[in-house]
């Protein structure tokens, strides 16, 4: 196996192994990544069975958990342990390492773009004299002995620093680049599996979904005390809201209603965010306790309490057949016809006076971006623009794929805490 993790392995394992591998590997991630000394750790020997397992778990955990810090923490984690890695290859282990990447590329049934190029470079690895030479002590990034001739759409990060020679649409990459361009290889393969792996069959999974839980209460920055959402901070917090759900809280505060979907994505949304289910319970009791506002709903907390709270509980999977539902993507808000509601995408179904009122600070540039996705009907790139308007346009591409309203919060949550 190859510490390139193209491919999963295949098996069964007890569950209580797979917990403490995925556990035991988060752990050594994290001294990785403060620089710490790391001690041995049986589960993180590179290209074991658990190596390819522990990998693998987190991903999973990343994809499915929706959680913007922990990607980020394990792109830079997983990163720096294949630098390690690569830094203390021989000559022998760094062409083993090349042939077993290569007899990998060959099971790959989808392969995206850049393995061709993975695969012509670890043909030159293979070659004993070149292996011999990129391992030597004295070999200098500088070193220009040996070329490798690739498109240069493969390696724009050596474009962009000018550190390439491009002839014909051709860039000719020096050896003494070889291991960064590898490490390059690997951040945008794992980039591309985190973003575009769809694990939707196995998300509500109580397997999976415990071992997420398990790992937040490590990592997640969600579950300690200081980023808990209270009932009672909902206004102040809804400033970083997406204009769907912050839509949501102007309609509940002013009539005191939603229907009985809306309220339904609020509430999940709300629980995504930090909401724990003892303020969700709190927050709708206060609400529904008031009488309504012109809305045409009514039910209210006093004579339907019961109803309520096991609603509640419902989406906490407490109840039930318990399972963990999660919030809704911006696909699918946008998907449903909000033509007679007071929810949906503002981007897609409000008249632009009304959407204009749910956005932070518009000036004339970002409206004209807008109003142009709009008719385009790109309505996610639309609410996309207005976070990098707002965060001086900080880099959203890592989470566009399956664009939510909780990567939104997040993401705007962490800019304004940066600020």
């Known amino acids: 196996m190859s510490f390139f993790y193209l491919n999963p392995l295949k098996g069964d394992l007890p569950l209580h192994l797979l917990e403490l591998i995925t556990a035991k590997r988060l752990q050594y991630l994290k ?13 993180v020997i590179e290209g074991s069975i ?9 991903s999973v955990t990343s994809i499915i958990g929706k959680n913007i810090e922990f990607s980020q923490f394990l792109l830079r984690a997983e ?46 690895f ?23 001739s690739v498109h240069f759409k493969n390696c724009l990060s050596f474009v962009a ?58 990592f997640h920055p969600s579950i300690s005390s200081e980023n808990i959402l209270k009932s009672c901070d909902v206004d102040k917090t809804s400033l970083n809201f997406p204009p769907c759900m912050l839509n949501l809280h102007r309609n509940l505060r002013q009539k005191h ?31 529904y306790k008031l009488s309504s506002n012109g809305h045409s709903c009514c ?25 963990n539902y999660a919030s809704v993507s911006c696909q699918c808000i946008q998907s449903i016809d909000n033509a007679c509601s007071e929810g949906g995408c503002p981007f897609k179904t409000f008249e632009e006076r009304k959407m204009l009122e749910l956005l932070r600070d518009p000036n004339e540039l970002i409206l004209t971006d807008i109003i142009n996705l709009k008719k385009k009907r ?8 207005t976070i990098q308007h707002n965060n001086n346009n900080g880099d959203c591409d890592s989470f566009i794929f399956n664009f939510t309203p909780v990567k939104y919060y997040t993401f705007v949550s962490k800019m304004s805490t940066d600020l």
């Open 31 to 43: 001294a990785v990544l403060k620089q710490d000394s790391v001690e041995f750790n049986e589960y």
């Open 50 to 58: 658990y190596d390819n397992v522990g990998h693998f778990m987190l």
């Open 257 to 287: 209603r939603l229907s009985h979907i809306q309220r339904f994505y609020y509430s999940l949304f709300l629980k995504d965010v930090g909401m724990p289910i003892e303020e969700s319970i709190e927050f709708w009791r206060s609400e």
């Open 79 to 124: 990163i720096e342990l294949f630098k390690r890695r690569m830094s203390s290859l021989s000559a022998y282990d760094l062409r083993q390492f090349a042939c077993k990447l290569l007899k990998n590329i060959r099971k790959q049934r989808q392969v995206p773009n850049f393995v061709d190029t993975l695969q012509h470079l670890c043909q030159h």
């Open 126 to 148: 293979m070659l004993k004299h070149i292996a011999q030479h990129i391992t030597s002590e004295l070999h200098r990034s500088e070193c220009c002995r040996y070329k490798l």
């Open 378 to 385: 790109q309505y996610t790139a639309a609410c996309i623009a």
């Open 299 to 323: 039910h209210n907390w006093e004579k339907d309490e019961k109803k309520f709270l096991y609603g509640i509980r419902h989406m906490y999977g407490l109840e039930g057949g318990r399972k």
């Open 161 to 218: 620093k000018r550190q390439v020679e491009i002839s014909n649409g051709i860039a000719v990459l020096p050896c003494g680049k070889w291991k960064q361009f590898l490490v390059e290889l690997f951040k945008e393969h794992l980039k591309y599996r985190l973003n575009r792996t769809n694990l939707t069959p196995i998300a509500n999974d109580p397997r999976i979904t415990e071992l997420i839980l398990n790992l937040k209460k490590d």
